[in-house]
């Protein structure tokens, strides 16, 4: 089946890190998500990574992915206060043998970043 | 700002009508897709098109329906409009040939009384 879970919520300090966690069900998962969403505005697409691999980052942001646990985790090194938003976690799975994919979101996490 | 433009940006409307939500794909993108966002679902997949054509189709109801037009642009048709359709309705567009990168609009807000 298809299902993405995430913790509600998350807490932390500025300047700490932060690591969101996400586990998928989907094993044929081609590749694993990020997105940000800040209040009353569209999902920002933070980062990815393909399933082959087990680690990517990018600036402050790193991917840590656990394929044989299917857990995907994200780290925000000196989170800052304009990082507080609802991150979600999403995997592209095939809808059927025509190849076409889609989204499976997770319930997204919250982000309070506090001084 | 990701480059895909939804308008309008809020809409109110009452039971039993039918609203026409539009959505500009980022330039050069081929795909478009529909989510909606409500509390209680969360983000469901509902249809995507490939140049024109409809490519899959996900959690849509039969009230609902989409088409993308040959400048690309796609709409979609909520009919008979009950208040558990209130949500955000986010579109989404990617490049030709993959559906790797999906950027999504600022989504429509549909409030229904």
């Known amino acids: 089946g298809e299902d993405v879970e995430q913790s509600l919520f998350l807490s932390v300090r500025e300047g700490d890190s932060s690591v969101i966690n996400c586990t998928y069900t989907?094993?044929?998962?081609?590749?694993l998500y990020w997105y940000k969403q800040e209040p009353g505005a569209g999902l920002q697409l933070l980062t990815y990574?393909?399933?082959?691999?087990d680690m990517k980052q990018d600036q402050r942001l790193t991917v840590l992915l656990n394929k044989k646990d299917k857990h995907l985790s994200l780290r925000i090194a000196d989170t800052q206060t304009g990082d507080s938003a609802i991150y979600f976690c999403?995997?592209?799975?095939?809808?059927?043998?025509?190849?076409?994919?889609?989204?499976?979101f997770g319930a997204g996490t919250r982000l309070a970043v506090h001084p | 700002d990701s480059g895909v433009t939804q308008t309008p940006k809020h809409l109110i409307t009452a039971t039993g009508q039918r609203v026409t939500l539009r959505c500009s794909p980022r330039?050069?993108?081929?795909?478009v897709y529909w989510y909606q966002q409500s509390l209680d679902q969360g983000l469901q997949f509902l249809i995507q098109?490939?140049?024109?054509?409809?490519?899959a189709k996900g959690n849509i109801l039969e009230r609902f329906s989409a088409q993308q037009f040959p400048d690309l642009h796609s709409e979609l048709n909520l009919s008979s409009l009950e208040l558990g359709d209130s949500a955000l309705y986010f579109c989404?567009?990617?490049?030709?040939?993959?559906?790797?990168?999906?950027?999504f609009g600022p989504g429509t807000r549909l409030t229904v009384t």
């Open positions: 989404a567009s990617s490049g030709p040939g993959t559906s790797r990168e999906q950027y």
């Open positions: 330039s050069g993108d081929l795909s």
């Open positions: 990574i393909f399933s082959n691999m």
């Open positions: 098109y490939y140049n024109g054509e409809e490519r």
């Open positions: 999403a995997e592209l799975t095939t809808l059927f043998s025509g190849g076409y994919n889609k989204l499976i």
């Open positions: 989907d094993s044929s998962s081609t590749y």
